[in-house]
């Protein structure tokens, strides 16, 4: 194989490492905030057998609310990998059609399409998890205020 096929291939593999590289941040990301609610759906189940009549239907609120967070976030985890599985099958395909000089170009672009759309999906996903982590903050901070009220 002569040095300028070899650099065409490496340089067309560049843009799909990148983009592996920066879903794979979003991936960690994703995968930290997969534990916080894990973690808090253990201790509010630990509480509610403790609590208080008045509060056990704001913590089983709670639980619910985590819970489905977690689904988000394992549905944008999932989609993300998918993301860089299809990226990850852009750069064999990329290699292939330059080494054996195949014409792949549809396949290419049907796979990195599925890449993008799976990602926006991915971040979909991510964002109503945080708008869910808003409304669950807020129901924490209402029983809080109304333990206080109660005092």
């Keep these: 194989m002569e040095t300028t096929h070899?650099?065409?291939i490496l340089q067309a593999?560049?843009?799909p490492f990148v983009l592996i590289s920066?879903?794979?941040?979003?991936l960690l990301s994703m995968t930290n905030r997969i534990a916080r609610p894990t973690d808090i759906?253990?201790?509010l189940l630990v509480e509610l057998g403790t609590a208080k009549e008045s509060d056990k239907q704001s913590l089983l609120t709670q639980i619910t609310l985590l819970r489905k967070r977690c689904a988000l976030?394992?549905?944008s985890i999932a989609?993300?990998?998918l993301a860089i599985v299809c990226v990850g099958g852009v750069t064999l395909l990329l290699y292939a059609s330059l080494l054996l000089s195949i014409k792949l170009h549809i396949l290419i672009q049907i796979l990195f399409g599925g890449s993008l759309v799976?990602?926006?999906a991915s971040l979909l996903f991510l964002l109503q998890d945080i708008r869910i982590t808003l409304r669950s903050l807020d129901l924490e901070i209402d029983r809080h205020?109304?333990?206080l009220k109660s005092q």
């Design 79 to 81: 989609l993300s990998i």
């Design 41 to 43: 759906i253990r201790r």
């Design 73 to 75: 976030l394992r549905t």
């Design 118 to 120: 799976s990602l926006i």
């Design 13 to 15: 593999s560049i843009a």
């Design 22 to 26: 920066g879903i794979g941040l979003l």
């Design 145 to 147: 205020k109304n333990a």
């Design 6 to 8: 070899l650099v065409t």
